[in-house]
């Protein structure tokens, strides 16, 4: 009879302080969790990416993919109002058949080479369409401007002339993804240039 009234105050006991340990513990609600936390996009490859988040939003992660290229302004101080260095004595051709390419630098294809945009002056805004929708990256890309001279009556005014070519990474030059466009602004000596890369955000395609 002890043993049996031992043996039943023992299980209450271990009952008992299994439900007071048990009421003791709490479980947090997330949603109270991340009222003092920050969430957010975690994707290096999107303007919205956010080193210093607690977790993860993932509709917040919106992608730049390209719409349309311009090239705004070249100012080529060191030669006058033209476009590109002439190496004999002929009448300066102010305008240039531009052509614009970009590629990731470590690529051997361009994603973008654009058609030619004929008779451009230095200080008039050119643009063309993107023919494809391509995800811009948070890494290095390299573009190129060229004027396609082509056949003309100028002697010096045959074959492609390199503008100006320089390497960077377009999240750079995104002040708010929301604006939709990546300014690169470049200057070398007293010569300076502008292209705007437009883009849409989406989710992922």
């Not at 977790?55 to 030669?79: D, F, G, L, S, W």
């Not at 643009?127 to 401007?145: I, R």
Request: with cysteine.
């Amino acid at each position: 009879m002890k043993k049996t009234i031992f043996k039943s105050l023992f299980v209450l006991g271990i009952t008992s302080g299994f439900l007071t340990l048990n009421s003791c513990y709490k479980k947090e609600d997330p949603n109270l969790v991340r009222e003092d936390k920050k969430g957010g996009c975690h994707d290096f490859d999107s303007p919205f990416y956010n080193p210093d988040i607690d977790y993860i939003v993932e509709e917040n992660c919106k992608y730049a993919y390209t719409k349309a290229y311009e090239v705004t302004y070249y100012n080529r101080q060191e030669n006058g109002d033209d476009w590109d260095d002439y190496w004999c004595v002929t009448p300066n051709y102010t305008p240039a058949d531009l052509i614009l390419r970009i590629k990731e630098i470590d690529s051997t294809e361009w994603f973008f080479e654009s058609t030619v945009n004929e008779d451009q002056a230095y200080n008039t805004r050119t643009k063309w369409v993107a023919p494809a929708a391509v995800k811009l990256h948070n890494t290095n890309y390299v573009y190129e401007l060229i004027d396609e001279d082509g056949a003309s009556d100028f002697t010096c005014d045959t074959g492609s002339d390199l503008i100006f070519t320089t390497v960077f990474n377009p999240f750079d030059h995104i002040a708010n993804p929301e604006d939709g466009v990546a300014i690169i602004k470049s200057k070398v000596g007293q010569d300076s240039i502008q292209i705007k890369i437009y883009f849409d955000l989406k989710n992922e395609i």
